[in-house]
């Protein structure tokens, strides 16, 4: 996909809509409780991988930044056009098959522990960290593509009011979708995974680790 972001040589005035940045670290970053942060090399393989995911995002994330700042200053050209492409193919290729992937392997163990030890809300339906988790990977699949479709629109409307319309949305919902993975992120890797090592056996995560790997191999 081209977004052609290079016919517009004007400047672009992006209105975020004031308030807190989308870049400002949210009350996410300071749970009332997180139990004590077990080290990296104590981690299961699996958990490690997971880890090793989200630091390969976080690379993602800063080149994304930038390149909504460069849109934000006006700069949309070539260079603007083949960063967007990078992480909307980034987010494709390996965001989605990660959350796939710790759907099918803890999310449902960890789910069924929270609900047996009353780790939930207290309503009449259990709702408990992973259904919060499992809706951030609904909302991050949405924005993506809210966010894909605006700035290849941006390129196909002549009207040049419009234009400017449709690529601020497009700038202030791609902010939305970097805060909402970098909250994802701190969250599994302070919290859920550490309620993985502490709750789930060796052996549970191996058999995980295991079906994980021979599904990659053989396509199932």
Known sequence: MDFSLTNNETEVEINDGGGASPYSPPEAYNPPKIDEQVPYEDLHPLLQKFTDDHRDYDNILVNFEETLAMIESG?????????????????????????????????????????????????????????????????????SAVTFNLFALFSRIPDERSRIIILDAAVVQAKEL??????????????????????????????????????????N
């Open 75 to 143: 700069k949309v050209d070539k260079e603007v056009n083949k960063r967007l492409l990078e992480f909307y193919t980034f987010f494709d290729e390996k965001v989605r098959e990660h959350n796939l992937e710790e759907e099918k392997t803890i999310f449902p163990t960890i789910s069924r522990i929270m609900n047996e030890t009353g780790d939930h809300s207290k309503s009449g339906d259990f709702f408990n960290a992973i259904d919060v988790l499992e809706d951030e990977h609904t909302k991050a699949l949405q924005l």
């Open 178 to 219: 970097v805060e909402l993975l970098r909250v994802h992120i701190y969250r599994e890797d302070t919290i859920i995974f550490n309620y993985a090592h502490n709750n789930l056996s060796n052996e549970e995560l191996t058999e995980m680790l295991d079906s994980l790997n021979k599904e990659q191999k053989y396509g």
